[in-house]
């Protein structure tokens, strides 16, 4: 077995990498950028050798840098991760060249696979079903618009090197094309120093479901079933899971055999996923093969036990692979919740920053067999940097069925607390309450359709109410027998968002009743676990374990659960009474302003003060982890004042446009 493996990657898959090479009792390597200096990964790795800026175009993109890195170290191997360098036959030839083992698939099926364009002309020729589209280099806009109408809207623009949701748009007009177009090629060069283009039919409602596929240099393919990644937000995946709910037996042999044929076809022989557009009728056509370990990965180690990056590395060692298809087994349920770095109610735009706070769920087997597991590559007091992918962390769980592993999903996701910059956990728990998820009705679509205007949180359930209103009193009592005990009392007014309830407290401590006179219900809370200035509240009510995120609030708090968030505020009668004829707080105008969304890099600001503007019209494109987001006048008018300037950097609310 090798003895030292260089990991040209960084966050939380050079971790997780990390990690098996330690079982496996192999040194590791880790280099890094002047971004991750000081890094999870850079700190459990055994040497690091730092390769310059923070833009990958000067680090881990650069080949120079990684070889020379390896013959610093005399690391034999270097395992790729994903994204980067990871499906560049370019870098997998210098390194054979240089004597180095590429832990991935061999050049030849990296050229015949990685490159989307090329894959779907080999696809075609080896008969398997594509989606309808134009198969070759794009040159510009106007012949971009061309094919897009020969195959008729919708179309989806895709770099021919992209991945990870970046330098894809669909277009469902010209003007669509005109804007898509050169947006995806900037991106792709930006993030692929690739900016070839293909364009495809865009299928409505369809599924997304890929075949893990793993292979050996002696001509032994298996394929280790499907994922489901039909969870997803600008064609980034969010939620994945594994199986998928849509297939049946027949359907899950013919998906398996076809990915395996097409993997033995270019003499496959590492990990990779044949990735299917799937109809609700289990109809199916190749989409792309993806010849790297993938993000969702450990949704497929759950469920079949398999380590890929090990049986990654033991492959480009030369190993055969030790089990047959037959030997493969489904054994229960996972799923995957991508928590990313950024900001739900403010149409899920990234969120860079500090991570004050960064409290994951405790990680392995529960009381009721069910199992958490979270790959991170961050720490508390770590920084999510505007340069690379906003992902903070992989949450998975498995449990014996699909309904246990959403239920044990929507508990960890409880448990998860993060301060410092937005995130996505209220939505992903939102997700995982909603009947159309929990009955596996999926779509590529599902978010666009179950939340059209944006995600601004859930209204609160009964048992939400409840909840809330029996925290508010529990925190409210600790902390007035602390400070001004005499202020005590029994009966008290609680304002839970837009209710308001009269009850009386008993039995303080570690657990009380909550009474409701009006109603003569009783709660019961118990087995209460907070002090003051803890940010999680956890606990029983009415025997129901929970945990909500709890911050202190003028006469009360802010109290979260899931993807519920109310105002809850404990009062006197008498100050209930003078609070009712509070006149409400009027919100600052800001309708003759154009605020940045996000933290970002001003990439073009293209108004100047005095000009006539347009409702629609394009008046800036701000860039944020490789993401490049057009800003639109949602008015017409004269522009008063322009605040920024291309190449500044932003906060977000910042003020970039006043009109008069």
């Known amino acids: 077995m090798f003895s030292k493996i260089l990991i040209a990657n960084r966050g939380e898959i050079a971790v997780r990498i990390i990690k098996t090479c330690r079982r496996l009792g192999i040194a590791t390597v880790v280099v890094y950028s002047e971004a991750d200096a000081d890094s999870m990964a850079v700190e459990m790795a055994d040497e690091t050798v730092f390769i310059g800026g923070a833009p990958a175009s000067e680090s881990y993109l650069v080949a120079d840098k990684i070889v020379a890195a390896c013959r610093q170290t005399g690391a ?90 970046k330098g894809i748009r669909v277009a469902w007009t010209r003007k669509d094309v005109e804007e898509g177009f050169p947006a995806v090629r900037a991106e792709a060069k930006a993030s692929f120093g690739d900016d070839r283009i293909f364009i495809e039919k865009f299928i409505e409602s369809p599924r997304h479901i890929e075949i893990q596929v793993m292979g050996d240099k002696h001509g032994n393919v298996v394929h280790l079933f499907e994922r489901e990644c039909s969870i997803q937000r600008r064609h980034q995946k969010v939620i994945e899971e594994a199986p998928s709910p849509l297939l049946d037996e027949a359907t899950r042999k013919k998906m398996g055999e076809q ?42 180690e759950l469920i079949t036990g398999v380590d890929l990056v090990e049986q990654m590395i033991r492959s480009a060692y030369g190993e055969k692979l030790a089990f047959k298809q037959d030997d493969l087994k489904i054994n229960g349920w996972a799923m995957e919740s991508r928590i990313y770095a950024e900001d739900p109610y403010r149409g899920f735009l990234p969120s860079i920053g500090r991570l004050v706070r960064y409290s994951p769920p405790a990680e392995g087997k529960s009381a009721d067999g069910t199992i958490v597991r979270n790959d991170a590559g961050v720490r508390e007091g770590d920084e999510i940097s505007m340069f690379y992918d906003p992902m903070i962390s992989k949450l ?15 508990r960890a996701l409880e448990d998860f607390h993060i301060e410092g910059l937005g995130q996505n956990i209220p939505f992903l728990a939102a997700v995982m309450d909603q009947d159309r998820f929990r009955k596996g009705t999926l779509a590529t679509s599902y978010i666009k359709d179950e939340f059209p205007e944006g995600f601004l949180g859930t209204p609160p359930t009964d048992f939400q109410r409840d909840l809330m209103a029996a925290v508010g009193c529990a925190m409210h009592r600790t902390l007035t027998r602390r400070a001004s005990p005499q202020l005590d009392r029994d009966d008290w007014v609680v304002v839970a968002g837009s209710e308001t309830r009269n009850v009386r407290l008993s039995n303080g401590g570690a657990s009380f009743k909550v009474e409701m006179p009006e109603t003569g219900r009783v709660l019961s809370l118990t087995d209460i676990d907070w002090r003051p200035g803890q940010p999680l509240f956890r606990g029983k009510l009415d025997g129901v374990a929970f945990t909500v995120a709890v911050k202190a609030a003028a006469e009360g708090f802010v109290i979260r659960h899931r993807a519920c968030t109310l105002k809850v505020l404990v009062l006197s009668p008498r100050s209930a009474e003078l609070h009712h004829k509070l006149p409400p707080k009027k919100a600052a105008d800001t309708s003759k302003m154009i605020l940045s969304p996000m933290p970002g890099l001003v990439v073009t600001l293209d108004v100047e003060v005095g000009q006539q503007v347009r409702s629609g019209e394009q008046v800036a494109i701000i860039e944020a982890m490789k993401m490049q987001n057009i800003i639109r006048a949602e008015r017409d008018g004269v522009v008063k004042s322009v605040g920024a300037k291309s190449g500044d950097s932003v906060a977000a609310d910042e003020v970039l446009i006043e009109f008069a």
């Open 76 to 165: 034999e191997a270097v395992h790729p991760g994903f994204g980067f360098l990871s499906e560049n036959a370019g870098f997998a030839k210098r390194l054979a060249a240089e004597g180095i083992v590429f832990i991935g698939p061999n050049p030849g099926a990296i050229e015949a696979m990685g490159d989307k364009i090329e894959s779907k002309k080999f696809a075609a020729k080896a008969n398997v079903s594509v989606v309808p589209g134009h198969v070759g280099e794009i040159d510009d806009t106007d012949h971009a618009i061309r094919i897009s109408e020969d195959i008729g809207y919708p179309v989806m623009i895709k770099a021919s090197a992209g991945g990870g949701g």
């Open 259 to 300: 990915a395996v044929a097409l993997a033995k076809a270019v003499n496959y022989d590492s990990a990779g996923t044949v990735e299917f557009v799937a109809g609700q009728d289990r109809s199916f056509f190749f989409l792309e093969m993806n010849t790297r370990l993938q993000v969702e990965h450990p949704v497929t």
């Open 396 to 410: 998975s769980t498995w449990g014996p069925d699909r309904l246990s592993a959403i239920d044990a999903m929507g």
